[in-house]
């Protein structure tokens, strides 16, 4: 009963953030025709926002459905302690509470990986600030807990989400969101088997860690649409094209 309301919920997000919101999204990569039933790993880069749950305006009904049955969520202990928190719990089946440092919590989430699992993760681990920095005045740098799921999926894809940021909607310390604005994102899939082969998975994790998070910051870095001043990274991103579930 909770995966169906889970469900619930998701499309709910995704119906609402498509009536209050303009998207424009853009392929990276070449369509994979069987990808989208093999999503093992939603990886969401360009952490801004409590809102980020809006993205789903994006995401296909199928994989909501695969996510509010099967999926693995870590949210940070500090965000489930907000009113927000039992919104969060809603959104997938297995909703792991995480400190944010490599303990139990984090087992926690490793553990509730089985092979029908498809799992979320925020690889930064926090929010950027207006500033640029997070709420410690430090750069945004990626963490390697994305490489340690990596580790224990086998196969199947891995669905990058380059956000365009969510600032000009609701930043951290704002309430309400501002209506009516673009969401700009771009998504890639990755084969899993094919990404752990290139960064040398098999030479163990103390080499596969440092490469996984070298490589996700250059995706971001390079990918991720920001706008600033009416620009967009990479370009303007054109409205969505052959998204095959929408």
Not at 6 to 31: C, N, T, Y
Not at 49 to 65: C, I, K, M, N
Not at 195 to 217: C, E, N, Q, S
Request: proline content about 5%.
């Amino acid at each position: 009963m909770k995966s169906f309301l889970d469900f619930l919920m998701l499309a709910a997000v995704k119906i609402v953030s498509q009536f209050m919101f303009r998207f424009r999204g853009e392929r990276v990569d070449p369509l994979h025709q069987d990808g989208w039933s093999r999503v093992r790993l939603l990886v969401l880069l360009n952490h801004t926002s409590l809102y980020e749950p809006v993205l789903a305006g994006f995401a296909p009904y199928p994989l909501l459905w695969r996510f509010a049955y099967h999926g693995v969520l870590p949210v940070a202990e500090k965000t489930m302690r907000r009113n927000i928190g039992l919104f969060f719990r809603f959104l997938a089946r297995n909703v792991v509470v995480v400190t944010r440092q490599r303990d139990e919590t984090w087992d926690d989430v490793l553990n509730r990986i089985d092979r029908n699992a498809i799992v979320m993760i925020l690889p930064e681990g926090r929010m950027m600030r207006r500033s640029g920095l997070d709420a410690a005045g430090k750069q945004m740098t990626v963490r390697g807990g994305v490489a340690d799921i990596l580790d224990v999926l086998d196969s199947g894809f891995m669905l990058m989400v380059y956000s365009g940021g969510l600032h000009h909607i609701q930043a951290p310390g704002e309430l309400l969101p501002r209506p009516f604005k673009t969401i700009r994102a771009r998504v890639e899939l990755i084969e899993i088997e094919d990404y752990k082969r290139t960064l040398g998975h098999d030479r163990g994790m103390d080499a596969f860690k440092p490469a996984v998070i070298d490589d996700l910051t250059a995706r971001r870095d390079r990918l991720c649409p920001v706008a600033e001043n009416g620009s967009v990274r990479g370009g303007e991103v054109p409205k969505w094209r052959g998204w095959p579930y929408n």
